[in-house]
């Protein structure tokens, strides 16, 4: 009988807690407020939010000449690029009369933007457009148009921002205008003839 060999054994260590073990105090309180966050998810809703009445599936009824198209300080700086006039160009692309308006935050932006964009705001403060004023804190004229819209579906909304663009293709019953290839382009607005 020969002598037993002593070889170490290789992860034998004492067991401790991990600092995420559900055994701890302060991990069972953080697992509480987060299964009450999962049932306060999985509630039922039992209130539907109330939906335009001129809205008849994604068709707005509400929209009808003379269009009202709230119009955004991009749009504004592209028709200038493109050397398109305004109104003529809304009309050439609805074949209706159009009264573009333009909101006090969409001014304080463009005040905002300096020399680069004098151009588009000397033709935002035309007397022909409509002014709206805005009650709100702040001067943030994409919040301002997504606000106004979401209240009152009757406005054709004129951007070029592709995220003022995808904030409202969430709203049902909301065109969009936009200026592309050198011309107006609608989107979204079922009577729009086909170009």
């Known amino acids: ?3 037993q060999k002593r070889t170490r054994k290789f992860a034998q260590t004492k067991r401790l807690l991990g600092r995420r073990d559900g055994r701890l105090k302060q991990n069972q309180s953080n697992g509480e407020a987060e299964a009450k966050k999962k049932a306060a ?11 335009s009445s001129s809205l ?8 009808i000449p003379p269009y009202s198209v709230l119009v955004d300080t991009n749009f504004l700086s592209h028709s200038v690029q493109n050397k398109l006039e305004l109104l003529t ?3 050439d692309c609805l074949y209706a009369k159009c009264i573009p308006i333009i909101t006090d935050c969409v001014m304080a932006e463009l005040e905002k933007l300096g020399r680069k964009y004098r151009i588009a705001l000397r033709i935002a403060r035309d007397e022909r457009w409509e002014r709206l004023k805005c009650d709100h804190k702040g001067v943030y004229a994409d919040d301002c148009l997504v606000d106004r819209v979401m209240k009152h579906k009757v406005y054709i909304v004129a951007t070029n921002d592709r995220d003022l663009k995808r904030r409202i293709r969430k709203i049902p019953g909301v065109p969009i205008m936009s200026v592309a290839r050198g011309k107006y382009v609608i989107e979204r607005l079922p009577d729009a003839p086909e170009k």
């Open 1 to 3: 009988m020969g002598v």
């Open 41 to 51: 998810a999985n509630e039922i809703v039992r209130e539907i939010p109330q939906v």
């Open 56 to 63: 008849f599936f994604q068709y707005n009824t509400a929209l």
């Open 89 to 91: 160009a809304m009309m």
